[in-house]
């Protein structure tokens, strides 16, 4: 593991958690992982990108699709307990392997995906909450979407909801609670760039101690 240190981001949709991911990871010249995570944990396992892209941040998947999709062999993860999980655990465990993989290698920032909780016993990582007020939220993801404001806010507490459930379902905390986490960050109050400015100085102090 060495010096790595790894920055999670948890967020609220419309908070810019994955713009200011992006930005503290320029700033550091580090890897940053949203997407990029899915292809990581596609080529590791052996599935195909699109069983993650359809799984990405859901707790459940339907029977029917999850029997479709079974029929794809994983490589490495044939031991009889993996072969009898649901899909949709298939997914998550390989997620969860690659994301400590990452970790070990290098120094990165990884942007929900219950990072935080995968790399639970890993003393060098950083786990940040980025929320903001839903004006704020609404404006940014009627803005990004091109749709109105009432079609943003559906977007906001569907994807809100998918992604609380999603963290609630697999590690047993609960998803934006502060004490999961070492920063939780209002974007709306304090700006983008702050929030980058705020990790960024936690970053120094944490490896200080």
């Not at 993650?52 to 859901?58: A, I, L, P, R, V």
């Not at 699709?65 to 998550?92: C, E, Q, R, W």
Request: charged share 30%; proline share 2%.
């Amino acid at each position: 593991m060495g010096n790595n240190v790894v920055i999670t981001i948890g967020r609220e949709f419309g908070s810019g958690g994955r713009e200011i991911g992006k930005k503290v990871a320029d700033r550091l010249g580090i890897k940053f992982y949203d997407k990029e995570l899915l292809q990581e944990a596609a080529k590791e396992s052996g599935f195909c990108r699109e069983i993650f892209e359809n799984q990405d941040e859901k707790p459940t998947n339907s029977f029917l699709y999850s029997l479709v999709m079974d029929t794809y062999s994983i490589n490495g993860y044939s031991s009889a307990p993996f072969l009898d999980m649901p899909l949709n655990h298939k997914v998550f465990l390989a997620q969860f392997e690659t994301i400590k993989k990452i970790a070990e290698k290098e120094s990165c920032v990884i942007v929900g995906r219950c990072a935080d909780y995968a790399l639970a016993e890993n003393p060098n990582c950083i786990n940040v909450f980025i929320h903001a007020d839903k004006e704020f939220r609404t404006k940014r993801v009627a803005a990004e979407l091109q749709v109105n404001e009432s079609k943003a806010k559906d977007a906001i507490q569907k994807k809100d909801k998918q992604r609380a459930s999603y963290y609630n379902y697999y590690t047993s905390k609960k998803w934006g609670d502060s004490r999961s986490y070492h920063l939780t960050l209002d974007s709306s109050a304090l700006g983008i760039d702050k929030c980058v400015e705020m990790i960024l100085q936690y970053r120094a102090l944490y490896l200080m101690k």
